[in-house]
């Protein structure tokens, strides 16, 4: 295997990486603030691909063809509904169940992506079978070897890192991200001082999904195809990355989410047993990580989580 | 002396009549039960399900059950007898109508795994999103030692084994994590295992395995049964076999419920800090408590396989195990009574009301958003323990 396929593998491992970071990071987010887990998160993103192709099809019969233009609709389109969705979720689904025992939330937002998941399989039109997903990203590509360096992924992977970015700026830098972390760290100090707690936790989980909308645009124009059962699979898999990175820290979060796509890439590439077995192989080293260091390897100072 | 007389014999009218109580209360469910399976027409199954409903809101709200109440307790065994009874009657007046007697097995052996995830998660406090994963384990290992020729009783007994010492590669990861955590460890475990089954050539990748009928020494299972010219339908053998398997799951889980090792379940559960004040050992309960309910997941699933006769990995995926854990909160989280009417709900309404068959999914899910949200504690809350009949009020 010669340098130029191992730089592809590392490439679109790092593609991977950089959706499941996104992912990641919304749980992250969530888990900050409320201290709860949403697991419909993964089905967030897939309707938010949906609802971008919805909105390129809108598009469409509008007669506005402009890729460049269509691409920045589709994205604004399915980060302001998801944005709309996270913060109906957190008022009718998460904040209602506060006091209620940390299953009955972990249950509810299971059955809110399964509910997510069978809405898009039974009333979008032909839900059940993978949707094609448009390519709007100019496809130039250069050739190095064995390495083909396509202009759109590179683009997808900029926006990726681009768009965590800007949350971490925005909970690092601004006043309602240092309202998110005095809610994180002490919710009844935060109240005390005077912080909207409901808003803080409603625009929180609207930023988290938000980002997961457009991790799903990012997903559809890479694969150029959306599925309504993708949602499962990427909600556990930023979760794991969530966790394994160490819970309520967004670097941990992104660092979990390349690990994880790292380890998918080995299980596929180094693995003596056929590349199928790479989710196995990812999932087995999940467990061994968690068991390992229950609190994640870059662990929230003075936590008790486990 | 003499009050003592007049009350002991007061106490025997009560329960006297108390057991008549019993008894017709059963009859009736169980008449319900077979109406419901045997009809196939739409206004018939919406009208039982409007009757149920209403006795539902209605009973509890009877000033007289409080003392039907006390009469349940104080004839548990006859009412548990009564009961397995009752469903044997109804599997034996649809003698000859083999799809509902397959709900009806169908109902029974997910009971099974219900009760083990109700010892796990009801008692223990382990959440368990992967009894799915340890139903097809007791499935494959049924069907693997089905085609080496094993004796079919030794290949079930194998499938509950089995599931157990599956369950025990989580038992580290269990006991190191907690809450979120420990959810996630089952999760990834489920989809692993859906996975694993699906990549995997030695047992039938997607296409899944066929096995035989059981034949339990000499007891074929697939053969109609002939009794004075009348031919029954060989389900009737499986409803016989799952209903004692439902009951001896049933009679387990309140044995250990009345058990110390069942209060040292729910100590675990309510506080583990306290639980180990007071001198329980956390990892044994929560290690015990696993592997029971695993145990009974891999059983129910080796019967529940060779009834079938097929089975493929879309069977045991992450959105079964999430079918099992709706059961379980439905009905009543730690409440194995429960899981009856739930599982009726989850199994067989789908399938009477063919025109929601393709939106069930959509369905669960809703119905278990709205009973978290608005009934947590499900169908049939549990209860305190009543150690003697009567004394809780």
Same mark, same amino acid.
């Given at each position: 295997?010669?340098?130029?396929?191992?730089?592809?593998?590392?490439?679109?491992?790092?593609?991977?990486?950089?959706?499941?970071?996104?992912?990641?990071?919304?749980?992250?987010?969530?888990?900050?603030?409320?201290?709860?887990?949403?697991?419909?998160?993964?089905?967030?993103?897939?309707? +938010?691909?949906?609802?971008?192709?919805?909105?390129?099809?809108?598009?469409?019969?509008?007669?506005?063809?402009?890729? &460049?233009?269509?691409?920045?609709?589709?994205?604004?389109?399915?980060?302001?509904?998801?944005?709309? &969705?996270?913060?109906?979720?957190?008022?009718?689904?998460?904040?209602?169940?506060?006091?209620?025992?940390?299953?009955?939330?972990?249950?509810?937002?299971?059955?809110?992506?399964?509910?997510?998941?069978?809405?898009?399989?039974?009333?979008?039109?032909? +839900?059940?079978?993978?949707?094609?997903?448009?390519?709007?990203?100019?496809?130039?590509?250069?050739?190095?070897?064995?390495?083909?360096?396509?202009?759109? @992924?590179?683009?997808?992977?900029?926006?990726?890192?681009?768009?965590?970015?800007?949350?971490?700026?925005?909970?690092?830098?601004?006043?309602?991200?240092?309202?998110?972390?005095?809610?994180?760290?002490?919710?009844?100090?935060?109240?005390?001082?005077?912080?909207?707690?409901?808003?803080?936790?409603?625009?929180?989980?609207?930023?988290?999904?938000?980002?997961?909308?457009?991790?799903?645009?990012?997903?559809?124009?890479?694969?150029?195809?959306?599925?309504?059962?993708?949602?499962?699979?990427?909600?556990?898999?930023?979760? @794991?990355?969530?966790?394994?990175?160490?819970?309520?820290?967004?670097?941990?979060?992104?660092?979990?989410?390349?690990?994880?796509?790292?380890?998918?890439?080995?299980?596929?590439?180094?693995?003596?047993?056929? @590349?199928?077995?790479?989710?196995?192989?990812?999932?087995?080293?999940?467990?061994?990580?968690?068991?390992?260091?229950?609190?994640?390897?870059?662990?929230?100072?003075?936590?008790?989580?486990? | 002396?003499?009050?003592?007389a007049a009350t002991d014999r007061r106490a025997r009218s009560v329960s006297?009549?108390?057991?008549?109580?019993?008894?017709?209360?059963?009859?009736?469910?169980?008449?319900?039960?077979?109406?419901?399976?045997?009809?196939?027409?739409?206004?018939?199954?919406?009208?039982?399900?409007?009757?149920?409903?209403?006795?539902?809101?209605?009973?509890?709200?009877?000033?007289?059950?409080?003392?039907?109440?006390?009469?349940?307790?104080?004839?548990? %065994?006859?009412?548990?007898?009564?009961?397995?009874?009752?469903?044997?009657?109804?599997?034996?007046?649809?003698?000859?109508?083999? *799809?509902?007697?397959?709900?009806?097995?169908?109902?029974?052996?997910?009971?099974?795994?219900?009760?083990?995830?109700?010892?796990?998660?009801?008692?223990?406090?382990?959440?368990?999103?992967?009894?799915?994963?340890?139903?097809?384990?007791?499935?494959?290992?049924?069907?693997?030692?089905?085609?080496?020729?094993?004796?079919?009783?030794?290949?079930?007994?194998?499938?509950?084994?089995?599931?157990?010492?599956?369950?025990? =590669?989580?038992?580290?990861?269990m006991l190191r994590t907690r809450g979120y955590y420990a959810a996630l460890?089952?999760?990834?475990?489920?989809?692993?295992?859906?996975?694993?089954?699906?990549?995997?050539?030695?047992?039938?990748?997607?296409?899944?395995?066929?096995?035989?009928?059981?034949?339990?020494?000499?007891?074929?299972?697939? %053969?109609?049964?002939?009794?004075?010219?009348?031919?029954?339908?060989?389900?009737?053998? *499986?409803?016989?076999?799952?209903?004692? =398997?439902?009951?001896?799951?049933?009679?387990?889980?309140?044995?250990?419920?009345?058990?110390?090792?069942?209060?040292?379940?729910?100590?675990? %559960?309510?506080?583990?800090?306290?639980?180990?004040?007071?001198?329980?050992?956390?990892?044994?309960?929560?290690?015990?408590? /696993?592997?029971?309910?695993?145990?009974?997941?891999?059983?129910?699933?080796?019967? *529940?396989?060779?009834?079938?006769? /097929?089975?493929?990995?879309?069977?045991?995926? /992450?959105?079964?195990?999430?079918? =099992?854990?709706?059961?379980?909160?439905?009905?009543?989280?730690?409440?194995?009574?429960?899981?009856?009417?739930?599982?009726?709900?989850?199994?067989?309404?789908?399938?009477?009301?063919?025109?929601?068959?393709? *939106?069930?999914?959509?369905?669960?899910?809703?119905?278990?958003?709205?009973?978290?949200?608005?009934?947590?504690?499900?169908?049939?809350?549990?209860?305190?323990?009543?150690?003697?009949?009567?004394?809780?009020?």
């Open positions: 295997m010669d340098a130029g396929v191992l730089a592809q593998y590392a490439f679109n491992g790092l593609m991977l990486g950089v959706i499941y970071a996104m992912v990641a990071v919304g749980f992250t987010l969530f888990f900050g603030v409320l201290d709860v887990i949403q697991f419909g998160h993964g089905d967030v993103v897939m309707a +938010g691909a949906f609802v971008g192709l919805a909105t390129y099809l809108g598009l469409g019969a509008l007669g506005i063809a402009v890729p &460049a233009f269509a691409v920045i609709v589709v994205a604004c389109a399915a980060g302001f509904t998801m944005a709309l &969705a996270g913060a109906f979720i957190a008022r009718y689904l998460v904040l209602p169940l506060r006091t209620a025992p940390a299953f009955n939330t972990l249950l509810v937002t299971l059955m809110l992506g399964s509910v997510l998941r069978e809405l898009v399989r039974l009333f979008y039109p032909n +839900g059940s079978n993978p949707q094609p997903f448009p390519r709007l990203l100019p496809a130039a590509a250069i050739n190095l070897g064995n390495f083909t360096l396509r202009l759109d @992924s590179t683009i997808l992977l900029v926006t990726g890192l681009v768009t965590i970015f800007v949350v971490n700026l925005i909970v690092r830098r601004t006043r309602l991200g240092l309202a998110i972390r005095a809610v994180a760290q002490d919710s009844e100090t935060a109240r005390v001082v005077g912080i909207d707690f409901e808003r803080v936790v409603l625009v929180t989980f609207a930023i988290g999904s938000a980002l997961a909308g457009i991790a799903g645009i990012v997903y559809g124009l890479y694969y150029n195809e959306v599925n309504f059962d993708i949602g499962l699979l990427l909600g556990v898999i930023g979760f @794991s990355a969530a966790v394994v990175g160490g819970l309520g820290s967004i670097y941990g979060a992104i660092l979990g989410g390349f690990l994880f796509a790292a380890l998918q890439t080995i299980g596929s590439v180094a693995l003596p047993v056929s @590349s199928a077995y790479n989710n196995v192989f990812a999932f087995a080293i999940v467990i061994m990580l968690i068991t390992w260091k229950p609190t994640g390897l870059i662990a929230e100072p003075a936590s008790e989580r486990v | 002396m003499r009050r003592v006297a009549s108390g057991l008549v109580a019993v008894v017709v209360g059963i009859a009736a469910c169980g008449a319900w039960l077979w109406a419901f399976l045997a009809t196939d027409r739409v206004w018939l199954v919406a009208a039982l399900l409007v009757v149920a409903a209403i006795a539902f809101v209605l009973v509890p709200r009877v000033d007289a059950v409080g003392a039907y109440r006390d009469a349940f307790a104080r004839h548990r %065994r006859v009412a548990v007898a009564l009961s397995a009874l009752a469903v044997l009657g109804v599997g034996v007046a649809l003698y000859d109508q083999p *799809y509902p007697l397959l709900m009806l097995c169908t109902v029974l052996l997910f009971i099974v795994p219900c009760i083990g995830l109700t010892i796990q998660t009801g008692y223990a406090g382990i959440v368990n999103f992967a009894g799915a994963a340890f139903f097809g384990t007791g499935a494959y290992t049924a069907a693997v030692l089905a085609s080496r020729h094993v004796p079919h009783l030794a290949g079930i007994v194998a499938g509950g084994v089995v599931a157990a010492l599956v369950g025990s =590669l989580l038992i580290l990861p460890v089952t999760i990834a475990f489920g989809i692993l295992f859906s996975t694993f089954l699906e990549v995997n050539n030695a047992l039938g990748g997607p296409q899944g395995l066929k096995l035989p009928g059981i034949d339990l020494v000499g007891w074929k299972f697939n %053969r109609d049964v002939a009794v004075g010219g009348e031919r029954a339908s060989f389900y009737v053998n *499986y409803v016989v076999l799952s209903l004692a =398997l439902a009951l001896a799951a049933f009679v387990f889980a309140r044995r250990v419920e009345r058990s110390w090792v069942g209060l040292a379940f729910d100590a675990v %559960r309510l506080d583990e800090t306290a639980a180990a004040a007071f001198g329980i050992d956390i990892a044994r309960a929560k290690i015990l408590a /696993f592997t029971l309910g695993n145990f009974l997941c891999g059983i129910a699933g080796a019967v *529940y396989s060779m009834m079938q006769g /097929f089975i493929a990995p879309n069977n045991f995926t /992450f959105g079964e195990s999430l079918i =099992l854990v709706s059961i379980v909160i439905l009905g009543g989280l730690g409440n194995p009574l429960g899981l009856v009417p739930a599982a009726l709900v989850i199994v067989v309404v789908p399938q009477k009301l063919q025109f929601i068959q393709e *939106y069930r999914f959509l369905l669960y899910g809703v119905l278990v958003i709205l009973v978290v949200l608005f009934r947590p504690e499900g169908l049939l809350p549990r209860r305190a323990r009543e150690y003697f009949a009567g004394t809780l009020r």
